[in-house]
């Protein structure tokens, strides 16, 4: 799997957080996405295995550091093993990332207190297991897959007419469904645009 930073890449085998709850960290998101890279560096040194490739994914992006689904994925291989540390307990980003910080601690006092053989054992519960292909943005809008059109009108109003059924606020909708949707007009966009 090759997890992306944006849009938000959430593994599939871990079932997401139906209800949030306030946090009682106090670090903002640079703070906590320096403690994360601090605490998996430290990690790497004290199990003397490298941790490499690593993906923390979200759906902040410039202009949107308060995204409405505030779920966070850090992706890394260590030891052979991709793992994959997705919290999404906390209504804001930057407790979900201290939330991961504070994993990957944890994993550093199993490894002191139980040694290298019991943070393996850990770590194959978070295996990154690869997600499944995700669908093309012609097959989540309902369209034939030879359908092409330039006109963004067009395009828009199809969007519009799938958000209503898939919006989170709707009986049928969920955060999921309308991330997907979202990932899929950009990726219309972006080859209507030739991009």
């Not at 079932?15 to 996405?33: C, E, H, I, Q, Y």
């Not at 040194?45 to 410039?62: A, F, H, P, W, Y």
């Not at 979900?96 to 393996?120: C, M, P, S, Y």
């Amino acid at each position: 799997m090759d997890p992306t930073a944006f849009p938000f890449t959430w593994p599939h085998n871990i079932p997401r957080t139906k209800t949030k709850s306030a946090s009682k960290f106090k670090t903002g998101l640079p703070a906590a996405l320096k403690n994360v890279r601090s605490s998996l560096q430290l990690f790497a040194t004290d199990s003397g295995k490298k941790v490499e490739s690593i993906t923390i994914s979200s759906n902040v992006t410039l202009g949107v550091d308060r995204p409405d689904d505030a779920g966070v994925a850090v992706w890394f291989t260590w030891d052979g093993m991709s793992v994959c540390i997705a919290v999404d307990r906390y209504p804001k980003v930057e407790d979900n990332v201290q939330a991961i910080h504070h994993i990957i601690d944890g994993r550093r006092t199993e490894l002191r207190h139980g040694g290298l053989h019991i943070v393996k054992a850990t770590f194959t519960g978070l295996l990154a297991l690869p997600s499944p292909k995700p669908k093309s943005w012609r097959e989540v809008f309902g369209l034939d897959p030879n359908f092409f059109t330039t006109d963004t009108n067009t395009l828009n109003g199809i969007f519009r007419d799938r958000a209503k059924s898939w919006h989170p606020d709707s009986p049928n909708g969920s955060v999921e469904k309308m991330a997907e949707l979202n990932r899929a007009r950009e990726e219309a966009l972006r080859e209507m645009s030739g991009q």
